[in-house]
């Protein structure tokens, strides 16, 4: 049908956010009857204006995939069997219960992978669950990826959301650093179409600069490519900080004169980390270096933008910290253009006045290595040791909700052996994969267009003021619960309401607790009043949708339960299907900081502290580098994520994509070739994987990406299983974590390459 004919008027048209990745594109979605028959860009969406990429229209084959679970599972004899899902819940309670009460709640550990982080109702259901479980041992992706950023925000600004972002549409000089949102779409910097947002900074006559050690997709846009040596990249920003400095170019801004502590000692502790003086090791020549940080300090408006390559190195705090530091000492922070603060519309995390209370983290430490516990989270590289290790507080049993950890945490081997230890394990998954084949009970959530969507997790990203909410585009089967009714309905069980309680309960606790704490904030807009009038106003909503109300109501554009008529409630998101425009970001500090002294803290020092692990360990001694010594990184491909998007045929259709980048000078001294197989060996396991030689990538580094590995017997991922690629969570060191974030390094690890078959 031509895109102008009249539908049939059978078919409707549904717009929704795309839950995928973080650039919260949306769609317009054409339906007949409960079939989607075509997703496109939505063109009026107020953020996308209809950019979406190959993924997003997936949504109609992840939806009637027909490996994707239907009705609960419960393994018996080994052996996964449906069942109805009164039984699936009869089940959890009985073994749930036994697990208490022979181990206590302690002995429960939760696991929440990164598909949470874009589902509503998993976000605002899954605390109630942890609260019910008595403050368990908590996982979740965070600590493979972006929790050192985080952290560091927390320590320079007081919270771990108060995260800058790149003012990507008015920049003026965008430098990225281990980040390829060409291809990645943008993370912890929400934006749809990065391609059209890029070419519009070249058309504006900015400047893009990227450090990578591969040439991505981003890098071959960029003016200037500098093929960094991996996991230098604190040792980078430092001398860019001492180039200032050296030139008396510091300069944090009027903006900001009289809000920031620590400028002089923070630029004294880098002191030393000289172009010159780190050229060796980041394999940048220091005249490179001063040229980037001039650029920098001449530029009307720039920005420092770092994320995964930054995060996950090894030194992920310090290097997050440093991209603050820059930032600042450029006169970029909180101005147009530079790096900045969203202020969302409704956020589960980070809301109300705060108070000031300062950034606390690690002063709890996992039993058995004794990592830091950082803002309640354990390093999911810890999981493994957790469950074997024999103790008082061995975890026996692990609740897991949309994750694949054996796939996405270091080490997966030994996490995949653990998994058989535990006494029970209950997956809240879409797909029997390679972690959830473990479970004993396995409850999956409805597809992601039958659940409605609001990125409440992103919105602290989001680099423009934007509000979307979508309703569910397809009902859901009779008797089938929604994702938060079996959190809440786990939640209930494991306080012991048992297998019949209503799912309601929960959200009626957690809206009286929002809005009661809100009439308790003097800083609130509706403090002092009335809560039971408040809660009444919310009427007979369920579920996300009566605490979406609640968070939208009480956020800086909300309506505040009638005292601001103009302003948001849900209903008024559900009237705008493309979304509401905010507008740009504004500066926000420093009303936004909750640094106990009220300033943005530029020398924490727990950071300084391990600003000396940096300098002991990258500059502390020659670094032995025999035949097929290399350092392995990861990458990302446009059309996949992470693991579970490989059951996708059109996305993993065409040439293989799990290969192993080498140079062709390495390719040439390893005897390895370009088609041929490799072996990859680290300290903690070895890999066999197809070579790809090519020039796009540093000599020295080699490159592997993630959430591959499939085929393996009890899963049930068809498509997967014929694309299986490696798992590259074989070769991660479960021991190598950051200090300060508990966060592995899953880029810059030491390998050995070697060819299979001979030269
Ligand atoms: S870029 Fe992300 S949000 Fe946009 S369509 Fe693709 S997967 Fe969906």
């Not at 795309?18 to 650039?23: R, S, V």
């Not at 036994?98 to 949470?116: F, K, L, M, S, W």
């Not at 202020?343 to 705060?354: D, F, I, L, N, Q």
């Not at 998007?645 to 005897?671: E, I, K, Y």
Request: proline share 8%; charged share 20%.
């Amino acid at each position: 049908m031509a895109p102008d004919e009249p539908r049939p008027s059978t078919e409707r048209i549904a717009f929704r956010t795309c839950p995928l990745c973080e650039a919260t594109c949306g769609l317009e979605i054409t339906v007949r009857g409960d079939t989607v028959v075509r997703i496109r860009g939505d063109r009026h969406d107020v953020f996308s204006a209809g950019f979406i990429c190959p993924k997003g229209s997936t949504l109609k084959q992840l939806h009637d995939d027909p490996d994707r679970l239907r009705g609960p599972l419960v393994r018996r004899d080994g052996v996964h069997v449906e069942v109805s899902w009164a039984e699936a819940w009869a089940e959890v309670e009985r073994r749930l219960t036994e697990v208490i009460d022979r181990h206590g709640r302690q002995a429960i550990a939760t696991y929440h992978g990164n598909p949470v982080a874009h589902s509503l109702g998993a976000m605002l259901f899954g605390r109630p669950f942890s609260q019910a479980l008595a403050n368990p041992v908590r996982f979740t992706a965070s600590t493979v990826d972006q929790w050192p950023r985080q952290v560091a925000a927390g320590h320079v600004f007081g919270s771990p959301v108060a995260v800058p972002v790149p003012d990507l549409d008015r920049t003026d000089l965008l430098v990225v650093i281990g980040a390829n949102p060409m291809v990645s779409n943008g993370s912890l910097c929400t934006t749809p179409d990065v391609p059209g947002r890029l070419a519009a900074l070249r058309a504006r006559g900015g400047t893009l600069v990227v450090l990578d050690p591969v040439r991505t997709r981003t890098a071959q846009e960029a003016d200037w490519w500098l093929p960094i040596r991996p996991g230098t990249d604190a040792l980078a920003l430092a001398a860019v900080v001492n180039s200032l400095a050296a030139a008396g170019r510091i300069d944090p801004g009027e903006h900001l004169a009289g809000h920031v502590d620590g400028l002089d000692e923070a630029v004294a502790a880098v002191a030393g980390l000289t172009a010159e003086s780190v050229a060796d090791v980041t394999g940048i020549p220091a005249t490179d270096m001063h040229r980037l940080a001039g650029m920098l300090a001449d530029a009307p408006s720039a920005v420092v933008y770092g994320r995964i390559g930054t995060t996950t190195a090894g030194f992920g705090t310090v290097t997050s910290w440093l991209i603050d530091l820059v930032n600042t000492v450029t006169g970029n922070l909180d101005r147009p253009g530079g790096a900045m603060f969203a202020e969302p519309a409704a956020s589960p995390v980070g809301g109300g006045s705060g108070g000031r209370r300062g950034f606390h983290a690690g002063s709890r430490r996992s039993r058995v290595s004794g990592h830091p516990v950082v803002l309640g989270e354990h390093p999911a590289a810890a999981m493994a040791e957790e469950i074997v290790t024999p103790g008082e507080g061995q975890l026996r049993a692990l609740i897991t909700v949309a994750g694949n950890p054996v796939l996405s945490t270091p080490h997966g081997a030994a996490l995949d052996a653990a998994l058989d230890e535990l006494e029970l394990m209950i997956a809240v998954d879409i797909y029997l994969n390679e972690t959830t084949r473990h479970a004993d009970i396995v409850l999956p959530p409805p597809s992601a267009l039958q659940r409605s969507h609001f990125d409440a997790a992103l919105a602290p990203f989001f680099v423009r003021n934007v509000a979307n909410y979508s309703p569910a585009v397809l009902p859901l089967e009779p008797g089938r619960p929604d994702e938060w009714e079996i959190l809440a309905k786990l939640a209930l069980i494991a306080q012991g309401a048992g297998a019949e309680a209503d799912p309601d309960v929960v959200t009626g606790l957690a809206v009286a607790g929002l809005v009661r704490s809100a009439t308790q904030d003097d800083a609130s807009v509706v403090a002092g009043r009335d809560p039971d009038e408040l809660i009444a106003l919310i009427g007979d909503r369920r579920g996300p949708e009566a605490l979406l109300d609640v968070m939208v109501q009480l956020g800086p554009y909300g309506a505040a339960f009638g005292a601001r008529p103009d302003g948001l409630t849900l209903d008024r998101l559900i009237e705008h299907p493309h979304g509401i425009d905010l507008g740009p970001l504004r500066p926000r500090l420093p009303g936004l900081l909750r640094t106990a002294s009220g300033r943005v803290e530029l020398a924490p020092p727990a950071v300084l502290v391990d600003l000396e692990r940096v300098r002991a360990e990258l500059l502390g001694g020659a670094r032995q580098r025999g035949p097929g010594s290399a350092l392995l990184v990861g990458r990302r491909h446009l059309r996949s994520n992470n693991s579970w998007m490989h059951n996708v045929s059109v996305l993993v259709s065409g040439r293989p994509r799990c290969t192993l980048l080498v140079h062709p000078d390495d390719a040439a001294a390893w005897g390895v070739l370009d088609g041929g197989v490799a072996r990859v060996t680290s300290r903690v396991g070895s890999v066999e994987v197809p070579v790809e030689v090519t020039d796009e990538i540093r000599p020295g580094v080699v490159s592997l990406p993630h959430g591959w590995g499939h085929g393996v017997d009890g899963t049930r991922l068809r498509v997967a299983a014929e694309h299986a690629g490696v798992n590259s969570n074989l070769l991660t060191d479960d021991r190598a974590i950051d200090p300060l974030s508990a966060t592995s390094t899953l880029n810059a690890i030491p390998v050995q390459v070697s060819p299979v078959g001979g030269r």
